[in-house]
């Protein structure tokens, strides 16, 4: 069984910062992609940022030069550093893992969420 758990939300002043943290345990493919997803109330979730075990990344153009996500691989842990943050990044944000299942498709797996709130 996979389980995440993540910390490092709360409430931060815009122009502020934070430092999401994401840890993954369990039996996981070492081939793999670890991200942040967030979800503002009356909207769907989305992608805010994603890295490969390889190393290559992907964010959502609205966090892009603002946050940075980074993975310690033999740790199986994710991080989402936000600067300058702005109210529109309030959220509860989640930490995916995905890898190729035996059986074909996507395994994946979430986080419980954390809440950020930026409001001054």
Same mark, same amino acid.
């Given at each position: 069984?996979?389980?995440?758990?993540?910390?490092? !939300?709360?409430?931060? %002043?815009?122009? =502020?910062?934070? /430092?999401?943290?994401? #840890? *993954?345990?369990? +039996?996981?493919?070492?081939? $793999?992609?670890? !991200?942040?997803?967030? %979800?503002?109330? =009356?909207?769907? /979730?989305?992608?805010? #940022? *994603?890295?490969? +075990?390889?190393?290559?990344? $992907?964010?959502?153009?609205?966090?892009?030069?603002?946050?940075?996500?980074? /993975?310690?691989?033999?740790?199986?842990?994710?991080?989402?550093?936000?600067?300058?943050?702005?109210?529109?990044?309030?959220?509860?944000?989640?930490?995916?893992?995905?890898?190729?299942?035996?059986?074909?498709?996507?395994?994946?797996?979430?986080?419980?969420?954390?809440?950020?709130?930026?409001?001054?």
């Amino acid at each position: 069984q996979v389980q995440l758990v993540e910390s490092g !939300g709360g409430l931060v %002043q815009p122009g =502020g910062s934070l /430092r999401l943290s994401c #840890a *993954a345990s369990g +039996s996981i493919f070492s081939i $793999n992609t670890m !991200g942040w997803y967030r %979800q503002a109330p =009356g909207k769907q /979730r989305e992608l805010v #940022a *994603a890295i490969t +075990s390889g190393g290559d990344t $992907n964010y959502a153009d609205s966090v892009k030069g603002r946050f940075t996500i980074s /993975r310690a691989n033999a740790k199986n842990t994710v991080d989402l550093q936000m600067n300058s943050l702005k109210p529109e990044d309030t959220a509860v944000y989640y930490c995916n893992l995905a890898y190729p299942s035996p059986y074909g498709g996507l395994s994946d797996y979430w986080g419980q969420g954390t809440q950020v709130i930026v409001s001054s």
